[in-house]
C-alpha cells in the first residue's frame, strides 16, 4: 500500500494556504528596496541607495521563548510575532544599525494556515514598526515534534551602519550618565520564572481574572508585546552624540548593561529613579528573591538603557520624550565594575 507525504502528517495543501493568507500581511513591509516577492528561494534586498562611505551590516537573531506558553494558553496569535521582531532589531540598533530586512521561522506539528498567518500579521506589524521589510521566512510542519497546538517562531534582522557611526561604548568613561528608557512590561525574557510563579493553568493563580492591581487581566499584561525602540533610538543618535546603548532582555540589568562599558568601569543605579511596572512588584512578591536576582532576570520596567555626556542628558531625554518614550536618568558609570543598586 502506497503511503504519502500526506499520510507522514505532512499537508502540503495546509502550506500552500498558509503562504496565500500570509502574502497581504508581508506586503504591508516592503519598500522599493524590496526585489522580488514572497515565494522564491531567497529574498533580495537592495543597499545601493544607502548613502554611507563604509557600509557594515549588522545581524541578529532570537526567538520569543517560554512566553509562547502563555499565547498557546490564550488562543492569542497576533502580538507573539511582534515579540519576534523586537528581540532582533532592538539588539541590532545597540550598534546604531538600521534594521533592513527580517526573516522568520515558524514551526510547529500540524499546521494551521490561519494561526501561523495571525502570528505573521504579528511579525510584520513588528516590521512595520521598526522600519524594515519581511522578506521571506520558512514554515515547518513537523509531525510528532510538537505538542498538539504548539508551535515556536524565531528569526533574524540585518541592519546596516557607517563604520564611523558604529557605537561600541569604548569612549564610555566614568561620570557619564545612564538613561532609561520605559519598557512595556516583561517583554520576553525570563518567563520560565514568570511561568513558575503564574502557572501554565488558565485559572492558575486568577490568570482570567481582572487584576485591581494591573487593571487589567494577568495573562493580557503577560502577553503584552515587546517595544521596538528602533525609530525613537534612530532619531536619537541623529541628534546626540550615544556612546553607548544596552537592550535589557535576559540577564536584566546586571548582565546586559555592564556589556556595553570597556575595561574598567562599572556603573551604580538608583532603583527609586523610574515608576516600576506593577507587575514587577507582584513578581518580586511571589518569588520572595532579593532585588540582586530579580534585577538579574527582568528589565524591571526600563527597556534600553543609553549612556551619554552628562551635558546631554537634558537633550536626550527630550529627544527620546519626542517620539513617545518616557525616558528617565537611572544613573551613572564609575570607575569598577558590574552594577551596584542603589
Known amino acids: 500500500m502506497a503511503i504519502s507525504y500526506k499520510d507522514s502528517g505532512v499537508d502540503v495543501e495546509r502550506g500552500y494556504k498558509a503562504v496565500e493568507l500570509m502574502k497581504k500581511h508581508v506586503k504591508t513591509t516592503f519598500n522599493e528596496n524590496v526585489l522580488g516577492d514572497i515565494g522564491s528561494f531567497g529574498g533580495f534586498y537592495s ?12 545581524a541578529g537573531t532570537d526567538g520569543v521563548g517560554t512566553k509562547l506558553k502563555y499565547a498557546f494558553l490564550a488562543n492569542k496569535h497576533d502580538t507573539i510575532g511582534i515579540d519576534a521582531v523586537a528581540m532582533c532589531v532592538n539588539d541590532i540598533v545597540c550598534q546604531g544599525a538600521k534594521p533592513l530586512f527580517f526573516l522568520d521561522y515558524f514551526a510547529t506539528g500540524k499546521l494551521s494556515p490561519e494561526v501561523v498567518a495571525t502570528v505573521v500579521s504579528g ?4 516590521c512595520r514598526q ?6 521571506g521566512g520558512e514554515t515547518a510542519e513537523m509531525p510528532g515534534f510538537y505538542p498538539e497546538g504548539e508551535y515556536d517562531i524565531a528569526g533574524f534582522a540585518v541592519g546596516i551602519v557607517d563604520k564611523k557611526k558604529i557605537i561600541n561604548g569604548k569612549n564610555i568613561k566614568a561620570g557619564d550618565a545612564l538613561v532609561g528608557i520605559a519598557s512595556s512590561g516583561i517583554h520576553s525574557n525570563g518567563y520560565s520564572l514568570v511561568r513558575k510563579l503564574f502557572g501554565d493553568n488558565l485559572h492558575s493563580h486568577d490568570l482570567d481574572r481582572y487584576d485591581d492591581r494591573l487593571k487589567d487581566k494577568v495573562l493580557n499584561v503577560l502577553l503584552t508585546p515587546t517595544k521596538i525602540y528602533v525609530k525613537s533610538i534612530l532619531n536619537l543618535i541623529s541628534k546626540v552624540s550615544v556612546k553607548g546603548i544596552a537592550h535589557i532582555t535576559g540577564g536584566g540589568f546586571i548582565e546586559n ?5 570597556p575595561e574598567g568601569i562599572g556603573c551604580e543605579i538608583k532603583k527609586d529613579s523610574y515608576p516600576m511596572p506593577l507587575i514587577f512588584d507582584i513578581m518580586r512578591e511571589k518569588a520572595e528573591i532579593s532585588d540582586e536576582q530579580i ?24 529627544e527620546l520624550e519626542s517620539t513617545g518614550e518616557k525616558a528617565y536618568l537611572i544613573g551613572e558609570t564609575v570607575s569598577g565594575k558590574g552594577v551596584t543598586l542603589k
Open 123 to 126: 511579525v510584520a506589524e513588528g
Open 130 to 135: 521598526s522600519g524594515c521589510a519581511l522578506i
Open 257 to 261: 548593561i555592564p556589556r556595553i562599558f
Open 47 to 58: 543597499i545601493a541607495g544607502e548613502k554611507m562611505s563604509e557600509p557594515v551590516l549588522v
Open 295 to 318: 534585577y538579574n532576570t527582568f528589565n524591571m520596567g526600563i527597556g534600553m538603557v543609553v549612556c551619554v555626556d552628562k551635558k546631554d542628558v537634558a537633550q536626550t531625554i527630550s
